[in-house]
T-cell receptor, first 113, second 112 residues
Framework: EADIYQTPRYLVIGTGKKITLECSQT?????MYWYQQDPGMELHLIHY???????EKGDLSSESTVSRIRTEHFPLTLESARPSHTSQYLCASSESSGDNEQFFGPGTRLTVL | GENVEQHPSTLSVQEGDSAVIKCTYS??????FPWYKQELGKGPQLIIDIRSNVGEKKDQRIAVTLNKTAKHFSLHITETQPEDSAVYFCAASKGSARQLTFGSGTQLTVLP
C-alpha cells in the first residue's frame, strides 16, 4: 500500500543533542516537503525538494537541514537541539505533474528539554 | 508571494447543522485550491479541491465554492456529524510548479 511514514512519532530529547527525523514515501513522488506546525495550528514550510539531490529552504527560517539522496527518503536533521525547536514536524509528498495534492505523514512531535 | 487568510479560527455547531469556513487569497494567478482535514494526532488529509475553471464542486456532504473575482473560496459541510470535528485548512497554489500556501486553520467542533 502506497503511503508516507514518519519516525519517530514522539521524541523527547535534551538540549544540545543531534537528532534526525525520518520520512519515507512509497508513492514514487518526486516532490517532498517538511512543515513545522505549532500548537496554534498554522503550517509553516521549512524545506522542500523537487527530486534527488535537490533541496530548498521554505518560507520559515529553520536551523534544520535536509538531504535527498534517494527518491523515497527525505530526512531532517537538527545538529544541536534547543527548546525553541519544540514543535510538530510534518512531512509530505506530491507528484511532479498535475495539481499540488500533498500527502502528509502522521508527524513527529518533538520536545526539547 | 501568496497570502491566504482563513476565518473563523474556531467554529462550534450542533450536530445536523451546516458549517461554513471561508478563505481569501491575494494572488490572482492562483489556480488550485485544496481543503485539508486534520484529526488529532494525524497529518492533514485532502478532503476536496477545486480548480480555477470551476465555480463549485460537491462530494456528498462537502462542497467548495470559488469566486475568482473576489478571490475567495469557501468550504461547506452539511448535516454535520461528530466525526467532522477536526482542524480544517484551506490552501492555494499556482499549479504544480509552485508551493501550497496554507491558511491558519479552523477548529471545527460538532456538538452532539
Amino acid at each position: 500500500e502506497a503511503d508516507i511514514y514518519q519516525t519517530p512519532r514522539y521524541l523527547v530529547i535534551g538540549t544540545g543533542k543531534k537528532i534526525t527525523l525520518e520520512c519515507s514515501q512509497t508513492m514514487g513522488h518526486d516532490k517532498m516537503y517538511w512543515y513545522q506546525q505549532d500548537p496554534g495550528m498554522e503550517l509553516h514550510l521549512i524545506h522542500y525538494s523537487y527530486g534527488v539531490n535537490s533541496t530548498e529552504k521554505g518560507d520559515l527560517s529553520s536551523e534544520s537541514t535536509v538531504s535527498r539522496i534517494r527518491t523515497e527518503h527525505f530526512p531532517l536533521t537538527l545538529e544541536s537541539a534547543r527548546p525553541s525547536h519544540t514543535s510538530q514536524y510534518l512531512c509530505a509528498s506530491s507528484e511532479s505533474s498535475g495539481d499540488n495534492e500533498q500527502f502528509f505523514g502522521p508527524g513527529t512531535r518533538l520536545t526539547v528539554l | 508571494g501568496e497570502n491566504v487568510e482563513q476565518h473563523p479560527s474556531t467554529l462550534s455547531v450542533q450536530e445536523g447543522d451546516s458549517a461554513v469556513i471561508k478563505c481569501t487569497y491575494s494572488d490572482s494567478a492562483s489556480n488550485y485550491f485544496p481543503w485539508y482535514k486534520q484529526e488529532l494526532g494525524k497529518g492533514p488529509q485532502l478532503i476536496i479541491d477545486i480548480r480555477s475553471n470551476v465555480g463549485e464542486k460537491k462530494d456528498q456532504r462537502i462542497a467548495v465554492t470559488l469566486n475568482k473575482t473576489a478571490k475567495h473560496f469557501s468550504l461547506h459541510i452539511t448535516e454535520t456529524q461528530p466525526e467532522d470535528s477536526a482542524v480544517y485548512f484551506c490552501a492555494a497554489s499556482k499549479g504544480s510548479a509552485r508551493q501550497l500556501t496554507f491558511g491558519s486553520g479552523t477548529q471545527l467542533t460538532v456538538l452532539p
